[in-house]
């Protein structure tokens, strides 16, 4: 049987003079560990080109990377560390609108929870340390293959149903994360200070955002590995 296909976005950076796309290999290795055939998709480009690399796609994964840009969700950026990339921003919007349009599956992955939250309208918080009241290391320090905090699971949520328990062990590489959920999103998962790690869009049949990065530590964490596994499966 074909192993679906699973499009993942990158990062698109300018430095040096140099234009790049990057994406971290784990996203790779994970997606074929449960069974797909991982597409590397640019954020830039033309729309035509954009639409004719997700229509080869069964599932996609919006990976992690540079902040949103505030002006996305009627804001000005408030914090020096806030880092932008408008070019990437529009890329992903316009890889969202054709995923949506073929009802692909959809999983969100740090930047990726917070790309979809924008997208239907939702908004960030620009600097955790800055806006939360919060003692928890939300952007950890290496070594990455560990865990950081709690995930408090929302009961009788999907994700409930899927790990079969009420807290989970997550990792932890951001800065910012959702501040207004968007509409039709509902919670499946917070931090015990409150930031949301986990959503999910009931309307559509797998739509989901985790804060934490799964593919880093799947191996050493159960529940992450079940993330994944509902997805695959899904697709």
């Given at each position: 049987?074909?192993?679906?296909?699973?499009?993942?976005?990158?990062?698109?950076?300018l430095?040096?003079?140099?234009d790049?796309?990057?994406?971290?290999?784990?996203?790779?290795?994970t997606?074929?560990?449960f069974?797909?055939?991982?597409?590397?998709?640019?954020?830039?480009?033309?729309?035509?080109?954009?639409?004719?690399?997700?229509?080869?796609?069964?599932g996609?994964?919006?990976?992690?990377?540079?902040d949103?840009?505030?002006s996305?969700?009627?804001?000005?950026i408030?914090?020096?560390?806030?880092?932008?990339?408008?070019?990437?921003?529009?890329?992903?919007?316009?890889?969202?609108d054709?995923?949506l349009?073929?009802?692909?599956?959809?999983?969100g992955?740090?930047?990726?929870?917070?790309?979809?939250n924008?997208?239907f309208?939702?908004?960030?918080?620009q600097?955790?340390?800055?806006?939360?009241?919060?003692?928890?290391?939300?952007?950890?320090?290496?070594?990455?293959?560990?865990?950081?905090?709690?995930?408090?699971?929302?009961?009788?949520?999907?994700?409930?149903q899927?790990?079969?328990?009420d807290?989970?062990?997550?990792?932890?590489?951001?800065?910012?994360?959702?501040k207004?959920l968007?509409?039709?999103?509902?919670?499946?998962?917070?931090?015990?200070?409150?930031?949301?790690?986990?959503?999910?869009?009931?309307s559509?049949?797998?739509?989901?955002?985790?804060?934490?990065?799964?593919?880093?530590?799947?191996?050493?964490?159960?529940?992450s590995a079940?993330?994944?596994?509902?997805?695959?499966q899904?697709?």
């Amino acid at each position: 049987m074909k192993k679906p296909i699973i499009g993942l976005t990158t990062m698109y950076e300018l430095r040096d003079e140099n234009d790049r796309i990057i994406l971290n290999h784990s996203y790779l290795d994970t997606i074929r560990q449960f069974g797909g055939t991982p597409l590397i998709l640019p954020t830039e480009g033309k729309a035509e080109d954009l639409k004719a690399l997700v229509e080869l796609c069964d599932g996609l994964v919006l990976t992690g990377g540079a902040d949103v840009h505030p002006s996305r969700y009627g804001e000005q950026i408030r914090y020096e560390n806030v880092s932008t990339n408008p070019t990437q921003d529009a890329g992903e919007r316009l890889i969202c609108d054709y995923a949506l349009a073929q009802n692909l599956h959809i999983l969100g992955i740090c930047r990726g929870i917070q790309t979809m939250n924008v997208y239907f309208g939702g908004t960030l918080y620009q600097d955790i340390p800055s806006q939360i009241d919060t003692t928890v290391q939300h952007s950890m320090a290496p070594p990455k293959h560990r865990t950081e905090h709690e995930c408090i699971v929302v009961p009788g949520t999907p994700l409930h149903q899927l790990v079969g328990t009420d807290v989970f062990q997550v990792n932890s590489h951001h800065h910012q994360s959702i501040k207004d959920l968007a509409p039709g999103f509902e919670v499946m998962g917070r931090c015990g200070d409150g930031v949301i790690e986990a959503i999910y869009y009931p309307s559509k049949p797998f739509l989901w955002g985790v804060q934490w990065h799964p593919e880093r530590i799947w191996d050493i964490e159960p529940s992450s590995a079940q993330v994944f596994e509902a997805f695959m499966q899904a697709v």
